[in-house]
Protein backbone atom coordinates (compact mmCIF):
# COMPACT_ATOMS: atom_id res chain seq x y z
CA UNK A 1 0.00 0.00 0.00
CA UNK A 2 1.21 3.39 -0.46
CA UNK A 3 1.79 5.02 2.88
CA UNK A 4 2.61 8.89 2.08
CA UNK A 5 3.48 11.46 5.03
CA UNK A 6 2.18 15.28 4.68
CA UNK A 7 3.97 17.14 6.99
CA UNK A 8 5.50 20.91 6.96
CA UNK A 9 9.05 22.07 8.89
CA UNK A 10 10.82 24.31 9.67
CA UNK A 11 14.04 24.82 7.24
CA UNK A 12 16.01 23.04 10.06
CA UNK A 13 13.64 20.27 10.22
CA UNK A 14 11.34 20.55 13.39
CA UNK A 15 8.02 20.38 12.68
CA UNK A 16 6.76 22.95 15.44
CA UNK A 17 7.81 25.02 17.49
CA UNK A 18 8.69 26.14 21.56
CA UNK A 19 5.19 28.09 21.65
CA UNK A 20 3.49 24.68 19.78
CA UNK A 21 1.21 27.59 18.08
CA UNK A 22 0.82 26.73 14.38
CA UNK A 23 1.44 30.29 13.22
CA UNK A 24 3.95 29.79 10.87
CA UNK A 25 2.18 27.49 8.22
CA UNK A 26 0.97 28.84 4.95
CA UNK A 27 -2.04 28.90 3.44
CA UNK A 28 -0.88 26.71 0.90
CA UNK A 29 0.13 23.91 3.30
CA UNK A 30 -3.30 24.02 4.42
CA UNK A 31 -4.59 23.84 1.19
CA UNK A 32 -2.28 21.03 0.13
CA UNK A 33 -3.27 19.41 3.66
CA UNK A 34 -7.15 19.49 2.66
CA UNK A 35 -6.22 18.28 -0.57
CA UNK A 36 -4.22 15.25 -0.14
CA UNK A 37 -6.65 14.01 2.53
CA UNK A 38 -9.80 14.31 0.66
CA UNK A 39 -7.76 12.38 -2.50
CA UNK A 40 -6.76 9.37 -0.52
CA UNK A 41 -9.91 9.24 2.04
CA UNK A 42 -7.65 7.57 4.58
CA UNK A 43 -5.88 9.33 7.01
CA UNK A 44 -3.25 8.50 9.99
CA UNK A 45 -2.52 10.76 13.02
CA UNK A 46 -1.63 10.50 16.56
CA UNK A 47 -3.75 11.39 19.38
CA UNK A 48 -2.07 14.29 20.09
CA UNK A 49 -2.64 15.95 16.77
CA UNK A 50 -6.02 14.69 17.06
CA UNK A 51 -6.47 16.69 20.17
CA UNK A 52 -5.11 20.02 17.96
CA UNK A 53 -8.13 18.87 14.58
CA UNK A 54 -10.98 17.69 16.37
CA UNK A 55 -13.84 18.24 16.07
CA UNK A 56 -13.87 20.87 13.81
CA UNK A 57 -10.57 20.52 11.71
CA UNK A 58 -10.58 17.13 11.00
CA UNK A 59 -10.00 16.65 6.93
CA UNK A 60 -12.57 13.96 6.31
CA UNK A 61 -15.90 14.38 7.75
CA UNK A 62 -18.16 11.45 6.72
CA UNK A 63 -16.35 9.71 4.02
CA UNK A 64 -12.98 7.85 4.71
CA UNK A 65 -10.98 6.48 7.58
CA UNK A 66 -9.08 8.43 9.92
CA UNK A 67 -7.01 6.51 11.69
CA UNK A 68 -5.79 7.68 15.37
CA UNK A 69 -3.41 6.06 17.56
CA UNK A 70 -3.91 5.93 21.11
CA UNK A 71 -3.35 3.87 24.30
CA UNK A 72 -6.68 4.72 25.61
CA UNK A 73 -9.24 2.00 24.54
CA UNK A 74 -12.38 3.79 25.44
CA UNK A 75 -11.69 6.76 23.49
CA UNK A 76 -15.22 7.70 21.31
CA UNK A 77 -15.84 10.18 18.49
CA UNK A 78 -18.21 12.19 16.84
CA UNK A 79 -16.87 12.06 13.95
CA UNK A 80 -17.81 8.35 12.02
CA UNK A 81 -14.31 8.46 9.79
CA UNK A 82 -12.34 7.95 13.49
CA UNK A 83 -11.13 4.67 14.27
CA UNK A 84 -8.88 4.47 17.39
CA UNK A 85 -6.31 1.77 17.47
CA UNK A 86 -2.99 0.96 19.78
CA UNK A 87 -2.04 -1.31 17.07
CA UNK A 88 1.07 -1.26 15.15
CA UNK A 89 1.96 -0.27 11.66
CA UNK A 90 1.24 -3.33 9.91
CA UNK A 91 -1.72 -3.78 11.50
CA UNK A 92 -2.76 -0.66 10.75
CA UNK A 93 -2.00 -0.80 7.09
CA UNK A 94 -4.01 -4.11 6.72
CA UNK A 95 -6.96 -2.87 8.04
CA UNK A 96 -6.83 -0.14 5.90
CA UNK A 97 -6.27 -3.05 3.01
CA UNK A 98 -9.26 -4.81 4.16
CA UNK A 99 -11.12 -1.97 4.23
CA UNK A 100 -10.49 -1.21 0.25
CA UNK A 101 -7.90 1.92 0.97
CA UNK A 102 -5.06 1.48 -1.38
CA UNK A 103 -3.45 4.90 -0.16
CA UNK A 104 -3.15 7.09 3.47
CA UNK A 105 -1.64 10.13 4.85
CA UNK A 106 0.33 10.11 7.47
CA UNK A 107 -0.06 13.59 8.75
CA UNK A 108 1.53 13.66 12.42
CA UNK A 109 3.18 13.95 15.03
CA UNK A 110 6.87 13.25 15.69
CA UNK A 111 5.84 10.05 17.03
CA UNK A 112 3.18 8.23 14.70
CA UNK A 113 5.74 9.46 12.04
CA UNK A 114 8.22 7.68 13.95
CA UNK A 115 6.17 4.45 14.59
CA UNK A 116 5.88 3.94 10.93
CA UNK A 117 9.09 5.06 9.30
CA UNK A 118 10.78 2.59 11.85
CA UNK A 119 8.05 -0.17 10.79
CA UNK A 120 9.55 0.39 6.98
CA UNK A 121 5.67 1.12 6.06
CA UNK A 122 6.51 4.91 5.02
CA UNK A 123 6.34 4.84 0.77
CA UNK A 124 6.83 8.70 0.11
CA UNK A 125 7.10 12.09 1.50
CA UNK A 126 5.85 15.47 1.31
CA UNK A 127 7.69 17.86 2.75
CA UNK A 128 5.92 21.28 3.12
CA UNK A 129 9.21 23.96 3.95
CA UNK A 130 8.51 26.77 5.41
CA UNK A 131 10.92 29.95 5.77
CA UNK A 132 11.32 29.61 9.25
CA UNK A 133 14.17 28.03 11.26
CA UNK A 134 13.31 27.30 15.10
CA UNK A 135 16.12 26.63 17.85
CA UNK A 136 14.02 24.08 19.70
CA UNK A 137 10.55 22.28 18.86
CA UNK A 138 9.68 18.82 17.78
CA UNK A 139 12.04 17.09 14.96
CA UNK A 140 10.88 14.89 12.35
CA UNK A 141 11.64 11.92 13.85
CA UNK A 142 12.32 10.76 17.55
CA UNK A 143 14.15 8.00 18.41
CA UNK A 144 14.88 6.11 15.09
CA UNK A 145 18.18 4.86 14.46
CA UNK A 146 18.06 3.99 11.31
CA UNK A 147 19.27 6.17 7.65
CA UNK A 148 17.16 5.92 4.83
CA UNK A 149 17.90 7.06 0.91
CA UNK A 150 15.69 9.19 -1.12
CA UNK A 151 15.04 9.81 -4.37
CA UNK A 152 13.24 13.16 -5.18
CA UNK A 153 10.37 13.24 -7.36
CA UNK A 154 8.96 16.78 -7.36
CA UNK A 155 9.89 20.10 -6.18
CA UNK A 156 6.90 22.85 -6.43
CA UNK A 157 7.00 26.31 -5.66
CA UNK A 158 4.04 26.65 -3.31
CA UNK A 159 4.15 30.49 -2.90
CA UNK A 160 7.32 33.21 -2.84
CA UNK A 161 8.81 31.40 0.53
CA UNK A 162 7.51 27.89 0.60
CA UNK A 163 8.50 24.74 -1.30
CA UNK A 164 7.40 21.47 -1.65
CA UNK A 165 9.82 18.78 -1.83
CA UNK A 166 8.05 15.49 -3.00
CA UNK A 167 10.54 12.07 -1.72
CA UNK A 168 10.41 8.72 -2.39
CA UNK A 169 12.06 6.28 0.15
CA UNK A 170 14.83 3.85 -1.38
CA UNK A 171 13.62 0.31 -0.93
N1 LIG B 1 4.19 20.40 11.08
C1 LIG B 1 3.15 19.66 10.84
O1 LIG B 1 2.73 19.51 9.68
C2 LIG B 1 2.46 18.98 11.99
C3 LIG B 1 1.37 18.15 11.73
C4 LIG B 1 0.77 17.51 12.82
C5 LIG B 1 1.24 17.71 14.10
N2 LIG B 1 2.30 18.53 14.29
C6 LIG B 1 2.83 18.77 15.64
O2 LIG B 1 3.11 17.53 16.21
C7 LIG B 1 2.78 17.58 17.59
C8 LIG B 1 2.32 16.21 18.05
O3 LIG B 1 3.34 15.26 17.83
P1 LIG B 1 3.60 14.14 18.90
O4 LIG B 1 4.73 13.32 18.46
O5 LIG B 1 3.67 14.82 20.22
O6 LIG B 1 2.22 13.33 18.92
P2 LIG B 1 1.34 12.45 17.90
O7 LIG B 1 2.18 11.52 17.12
O8 LIG B 1 0.38 13.34 17.21
O9 LIG B 1 0.49 11.66 19.01
C9 LIG B 1 1.16 10.96 20.05
C10 LIG B 1 0.14 10.14 20.77
O10 LIG B 1 -0.36 9.13 19.90
C11 LIG B 1 -0.53 7.92 20.58
N3 LIG B 1 0.43 6.97 20.03
C12 LIG B 1 1.56 7.20 19.32
N4 LIG B 1 2.15 6.06 18.96
C13 LIG B 1 1.37 5.08 19.42
C14 LIG B 1 1.43 3.66 19.37
N5 LIG B 1 2.43 3.03 18.74
N6 LIG B 1 0.45 2.95 19.96
C15 LIG B 1 -0.55 3.57 20.59
N7 LIG B 1 -0.68 4.91 20.69
C16 LIG B 1 0.27 5.65 20.11
C17 LIG B 1 -0.28 8.23 22.05
O11 LIG B 1 -1.52 8.69 22.55
P3 LIG B 1 -2.14 8.31 23.98
O12 LIG B 1 -1.38 9.17 24.94
O13 LIG B 1 -3.58 8.65 23.88
O14 LIG B 1 -1.87 6.84 24.18
C18 LIG B 1 0.70 9.38 21.98
O15 LIG B 1 0.70 10.20 23.13
C19 LIG B 1 1.70 18.61 17.72
O16 LIG B 1 1.93 19.33 18.89
C20 LIG B 1 1.83 19.47 16.51
O17 LIG B 1 2.37 20.71 16.86
C21 LIG B 1 2.92 19.16 13.27
Not at 35 to 49: D, E, F, L, P
Not at 79 to 97: C, P, R, Y
Not at 146 to 164: P, Y
Request: charged share 20%.
Amino acid sequence: MKISIYIAIAANGKISNQRNVPDWLSAEYGQGFEAICKKYKAVIMGKTTYNILAPDYLPLKTDGTTVVLTTNPHERSENSTVVFTQDGAGKIVEMLAAKGHTEAVIIGGTQTISEFIKAGAVTDIYFVMEPVIFGSGLPFLNDVDLELKLNLLEVTKLNKNTVQLHYEIQK
